[in-house]
């Protein structure tokens, strides 16, 4: 028995070497990817933003709130739309919808949109009801025709954000009020240009007063990383 082990040893030394190498190299990877894990993420919808100045903008945020380095991020919508596993053009759907998901499970926190954007979106979620409410009197080629446009608006909206009544309370409202833009009544978002740490980053380069708005994400409106950054950006 002895002898056999020598053997195996002395047979299979390289081999062994290599898969203790293969197995050392495996628990770095999976310590280092466990480090790695985000608490909070911003995603500029438009992909237009100064991403390094984001990223610096970021970095103070860490500082100043005393968070763990490397814990938040600031990222660009063409990051996610164009992972490998969706290569082909016929599931441009499809990359919407896994997008999507990421503001309805916590893998996005806020998102950094434009006026424009969020008209259109109401515009698209007011006529999907009105075509749903509809369907029950019409045939079925014309539903289909219905579903099928329903799945093309639904590839044009980009995620779903909370309003802010779900994220702030009264208090924060009213103290926020000028940085608040509303939709329909409702407050949807904050200005981001109007922010004192927008300003001190990204200076008053935008195309109108209220081109970028700071959004909520759906799944993100109970997250206390979310007011932290509030305070953060606004400065009161």
Sequence with gaps: MKKKLENFIFYYKYHMVALIFVIILAVVL?????GDELDFVIVD???CMNLTVAESMMKDFETTQKIKSGSTAFR????YLSQEKYKD???DIAKISDYEECFTNGSIDMVITTVDR?????????AKELKTETLGGTDTKEKKQSESATEETKATISYEAAPLEQVLS???MSQYEKYL???????????????????EYFGDNYP??????????VGSANDQQVKKFLRYLIGE
Excluded: P, W
Excluded at 118 to 126: G, M, P, S, V, Y
């Design 30 to 34: 999976l310590r280092d990817k466990s």
């Design 170 to 172: 009264k208090e924060e």
């Design 181 to 199: 833009y509303y939709m329909d009544n409702k407050a949807v978002g904050i200005i981001f240009n109007k922010c004192k740490k927008a300003e």
């Design 208 to 217: 109108t007063g209220y081109h970028y708005i700071l959004q909520v994400a």
């Design 89 to 91: 053009i016929s599931f």
């Design 118 to 126: 969020i008209e259109n979106t109401a515009k698209q979620n007011n």
């Design 45 to 47: 919808d438009t992909s």
């Design 76 to 79: 660009y919508k063409s990051m």
